[in-house]
Protein backbone atom coordinates (compact mmCIF):
# COMPACT_ATOMS: atom_id res chain seq x y z
CA UNK A 1 0.00 0.00 0.00
CA UNK A 2 0.89 3.80 -0.52
CA UNK A 3 0.55 6.49 1.51
CA UNK A 4 1.46 10.16 1.05
CA UNK A 5 1.97 12.51 3.73
CA UNK A 6 3.62 16.12 3.38
CA UNK A 7 6.38 17.63 5.03
CA UNK A 8 7.69 21.10 5.80
CA UNK A 9 11.02 21.80 3.24
CA UNK A 10 13.63 21.01 5.91
CA UNK A 11 12.55 17.38 7.08
CA UNK A 12 11.50 16.79 3.13
CA UNK A 13 15.02 17.46 2.60
CA UNK A 14 16.82 15.48 5.27
CA UNK A 15 14.97 12.65 4.31
CA UNK A 16 15.58 12.90 0.79
CA UNK A 17 19.23 13.18 1.24
CA UNK A 18 18.84 9.80 3.12
CA UNK A 19 20.24 11.52 6.51
CA UNK A 20 16.53 11.41 8.46
CA UNK A 21 15.38 7.58 7.98
CA UNK A 22 12.99 7.74 10.76
CA UNK A 23 9.42 9.53 10.10
CA UNK A 24 8.13 10.74 13.59
CA UNK A 25 4.04 10.83 13.77
CA UNK A 26 1.14 10.50 16.22
CA UNK A 27 0.07 6.88 16.00
CA UNK A 28 -3.56 8.02 15.37
CA UNK A 29 -5.52 5.40 12.86
CA UNK A 30 -4.25 6.35 9.27
CA UNK A 31 -0.64 5.54 10.74
CA UNK A 32 -2.06 2.62 12.69
CA UNK A 33 -2.80 0.83 8.89
CA UNK A 34 1.07 1.27 7.48
CA UNK A 35 2.58 -1.92 7.85
CA UNK A 36 6.53 -2.47 6.66
CA UNK A 37 6.43 -3.21 3.06
CA UNK A 38 4.69 0.00 2.61
CA UNK A 39 5.38 2.97 0.68
CA UNK A 40 5.07 6.56 1.56
CA UNK A 41 5.17 9.03 -0.96
CA UNK A 42 6.18 12.32 0.21
CA UNK A 43 5.67 15.71 -1.14
CA UNK A 44 7.09 19.12 0.08
CA UNK A 45 4.62 21.93 1.20
CA UNK A 46 6.34 24.51 1.37
CA UNK A 47 6.77 24.97 -2.83
CA UNK A 48 7.48 23.09 -5.85
CA UNK A 49 9.48 20.46 -5.67
CA UNK A 50 9.13 16.82 -6.78
CA UNK A 51 7.70 14.20 -4.44
CA UNK A 52 9.76 11.29 -3.64
CA UNK A 53 9.15 7.73 -2.41
CA UNK A 54 10.17 5.42 0.76
CA UNK A 55 10.49 2.04 1.86
CA UNK A 56 8.65 1.25 5.56
CA UNK A 57 11.76 -0.68 6.89
CA UNK A 58 10.54 -0.55 10.46
CA UNK A 59 7.89 0.71 12.57
CA UNK A 60 8.67 1.65 16.30
CA UNK A 61 5.42 2.16 18.68
CA UNK A 62 5.89 3.94 21.94
CA UNK A 63 3.61 5.07 24.54
CA UNK A 64 4.56 8.91 24.21
CA UNK A 65 7.50 11.14 22.61
CA UNK A 66 9.61 10.82 25.69
CA UNK A 67 10.33 6.98 25.17
CA UNK A 68 10.80 7.35 21.55
CA UNK A 69 13.49 10.41 22.36
CA UNK A 70 15.11 7.89 24.27
CA UNK A 71 15.09 4.80 22.46
CA UNK A 72 15.50 5.96 18.83
CA UNK A 73 18.75 7.32 17.02
CA UNK A 74 17.93 11.37 17.53
CA UNK A 75 20.65 11.87 14.52
CA UNK A 76 18.36 9.84 11.93
CA UNK A 77 14.72 11.55 13.47
CA UNK A 78 15.95 15.06 11.69
CA UNK A 79 18.55 16.06 14.86
CA UNK A 80 21.58 17.31 13.22
CA UNK A 81 25.23 17.51 15.33
CA UNK A 82 24.72 20.91 16.10
CA UNK A 83 20.75 20.70 17.57
CA UNK A 84 21.16 16.97 18.78
CA UNK A 85 22.05 18.35 22.11
CA UNK A 86 18.86 20.75 22.58
CA UNK A 87 16.41 17.81 21.51
CA UNK A 88 13.33 17.14 23.84
CA UNK A 89 10.37 15.26 23.35
CA UNK A 90 8.69 18.74 23.45
CA UNK A 91 9.52 19.88 20.26
CA UNK A 92 6.69 17.50 18.60
CA UNK A 93 4.27 19.78 20.78
CA UNK A 94 5.17 22.29 17.06
CA UNK A 95 3.04 18.76 15.29
CA UNK A 96 1.00 17.92 17.91
CA UNK A 97 -1.60 18.64 20.71
CA UNK A 98 -0.63 17.53 24.09
CA UNK A 99 -4.64 16.22 23.79
CA UNK A 100 -3.65 14.48 20.51
CA UNK A 101 -0.06 13.02 22.09
CA UNK A 102 -2.17 11.65 25.58
CA UNK A 103 -4.98 9.87 23.22
CA UNK A 104 -3.06 7.65 20.93
CA UNK A 105 0.53 6.24 21.10
CA UNK A 106 3.62 7.60 19.12
CA UNK A 107 5.53 6.33 15.62
CA UNK A 108 9.29 5.79 14.41
CA UNK A 109 8.36 4.82 11.40
CA UNK A 110 11.65 4.22 9.35
CA UNK A 111 12.06 4.68 6.15
CA UNK A 112 14.77 3.66 3.39
CA UNK A 113 14.85 6.32 0.41
CA UNK A 114 13.73 4.13 -3.08
CA UNK A 115 12.43 6.61 -5.58
CA UNK A 116 14.16 9.35 -5.72
CA UNK A 117 11.32 11.27 -8.16
CA UNK A 118 8.41 10.38 -9.39
Not at 8 to 18: E, L, N
Not at 83 to 89: R, Y
Not at 91 to 113: C, H, K, P, T
Request: charge should be negative.
Amino acid sequence: MRFHFKLRAKPYDSIKSGEKTFELRLYDERRQKIKVGDEIEFSCAEGLREPFIVLVTGLHVFRNFSELYAALPLLQCGYTEENVADASPNDMNAYYSEEAQSRYDVIGIEIRLIQPNS
